[in-house]
């Protein structure tokens, strides 16, 4: 795991909880955007905690560090409260967004989700953001002209359940790459960038996607 925040007390802090409560090690420590990509290539941490509010193009940096390492998990800590800049880091490939302030099990669960896949936002500012997030989706009409397969619904009516893609795998007797590449093809379809944006949309399409509910396995 690293760090990277440009106020040293708060680097220190969130290092100390991290391995103290999280029982994570803590490779590597920054300061500044341009930061990220250097210590993913050098140090190669699994996740990554990353302030919004210091030097360089913070976005930029977590677009281009995800992209050359799709594996990474980031999950941005700021003190900022806006949900373009929540919407905008999750477009840019991260997987969490928590606020300063915020009890120290939400930084702890946000880095947990991240490791397993999944996207996690602060619970006082997830509503908001999962607003702005479907006013966006039909904005795109994306779904409207998306035409699912068979499999592709039965994804979607697992996906809105919550599961994750090992459970998605195991209940639709597939192997977690296959659902992985099923996700990213559902993805392109309903023009989405992240997991919670295909979850949003995926919504709209739950009267198209009902016939597919039966044939399920059951859990």
């Known amino acids: 795991m690293a760090v990277i925040d440009d106020h040293p ?15 994570f090690i803590v490779v590597a ?16 941490p699994d ?8 030097p360089g193009d913070v ?7 995800v992209k050359a390492d799709p594996e990474l998990k980031i999950v941005v800590f700021t ?12 477009d840019a490939g991260a997987s969490g967004y928590v606020l300063k302030g915020s009890p120290a099990d939400d930084l702890l669960d946000a880095i947990v989700a991240a490791r397993r896949g999944e996207i996690y936002i602060t619970p006082s500012l997830a509503s908001k953001v999962l607003s702005a997030l479907r006013s966006k989706a039909v ?6 002209s998306a035409k699912l397969n068979v499999r592709e619904e039965q994804i979607i009516q697992l996906l809105l359940r919550g599961k994750l893609n090992r459970e998605i795998a195991c209940a639709l007797s597939l192997s977690e790459k296959t659902v992985k590449s099923y996700m990213t093809n559902l993805m392109q379809k309903l023009n989405c960038r992240n997991r919670l944006e295909a979850v949003i949309a995926a919504q709209r399409l739950i009267p198209q996607a ?3 509910r039966d044939m399920i396995k059951p859990n």
């Open 59 to 65: 976005f930029q940096a977590i677009s281009d560090t």
């Open 47 to 54: 996740a990554m905690i990353v302030d919004l509010s210091m």
């Open 9 to 23: 007390l708060i680097t220190e802090g969130i290092a100390a909880l991290m391995q103290r409560k999280g029982g």
């Open 139 to 144: 904005e795109r009409r994306a779904v409207h």
């Open 210 to 212: 009902q016939e597919a």
């Open 29 to 44: 420590k920054g300061s500044a955007a341009e930061q990220l990509a250097a210590i993913s290539e050098a140090y190669h």
């Open 79 to 90: 003190a900022s409260t806006s949900t373009t800049d929540a919407i905008h880091a999750l």
